[in-house]
């Protein structure tokens, strides 16, 4: 009887653990209709919120009039008229066709009992997953974008102090139906610049921009909001993405590298209007994960380095010069053994 129970509760515990499993292994896929995060705001927040939608795919004239009607009532205050309008395009539309984007009349600080002895909390939102941080150098400013959970979907926020990080303020956020993977931020000249992967297939990297000054979202040079630094082929995507400025050089240039799922590295580069990227040939083909790029102030041989792992968990270093681009690691240095997941 006691090996029978042991049994019983051994064959209930392995459903339990297989159910589990299966639940959170599909938990990217379980997401939610983005005007939930209209319903989860209180009202202060409401009422100093200005939204707008974006289309992920090619909609109906309809329902980008319904989409435009619910913005224009949200945004004059008919908040629970906006959210009940959204039953009537449900069944038109994917849990993965919109984006959301929050612009705060007024910047929201982050609460000063969010404390830890000494430290500073920035931002009052939690679930973050990824942070970018950078400082503009001609006003002190500095930025930091927060990438995170929205209930089952990702989010980002842009957060900015203009005391050397003692208050700091969240002024714009910016969510959607799907997991970003990841996102990386710079400053140069005027503007900090984040690049993250989107849609839900992960296949492009977008860029935005956003005044050094006071964290406004900014359009670029021809108008738009958004520039599409690249985009690979899918099921190819994007599984890291890291943005760096050249403020303590010349502070002209950007810089995008990124990791593609089969392994290839890419490096990009433009100036501050960012709407004309251009590549950078690497040949590399075994990268994993971990890439990290830098400008090499008053180099003499090399001006950027590239480091990764690769697919060998070993870490790999790159110098770029004129006419160069070489290894120069010449130790294999084991990371670890995981891979990506660990």
Known sequence: MIITKITNL???????????????????NCVEHI????????DEE??????KFLFESDESYGTKLLIKTIEELWNSGNYESAINQFSKIEPFITTKDLGLEIHWKE??????????????????????????????RATGNLFVIALCRDGSNSGWSVNYSTNGGYTWYERYYYTYSYRIKTLSAAIVANHCYVCFSRPAAQ?????YRFRATDAQRDSFSNGSYYVEVF??????????????GDQDDTNTRL???????????R???????????????????????????CKNVGFSHYWMLISYIDFNHRLRIYGLGYGLFESISNNELIINSGGKDE
């Open 203 to 207: 296949n492009q990297a977008y860029l």
């Open 107 to 136: 910047p929201i600080k982050t609460k000063s009992d969010n404390r830890w002895a000494q430290d500073v909390r920035i931002g009052n939102r939690d679930s973050v997953y990824a942070v970018a941080f950078d400082v503009h």
């Open 10 to 28: 051994s064959y209930i515990f392995l459903l339990v653990f297989f159910a589990l499993k299966v639940l959170f292994a599909n938990g990217e």
């Open 231 to 244: 985009s690979v082929t899918s099921p190819d995507s994007i599984d890291e993405i890291v943005l760096i």
């Open 46 to 51: 409401r009422n100093n919120s200005e939204i």
């Open 255 to 265: 810089y995008c590298g990124a990791i593609i799922n089969d392994g290839v590295l």
């Open 267 to 293: 490096l990009l580069w433009d100036d501050p209007e960012a709407i004309s990227w251009s590549s950078i040939a690497t040949g590399i083909a075994d990268a994993d994960r971990g890439i990290d790029i």
């Open 35 to 42: 005007y939930k995060t209209l319903e989860r705001m209180n």
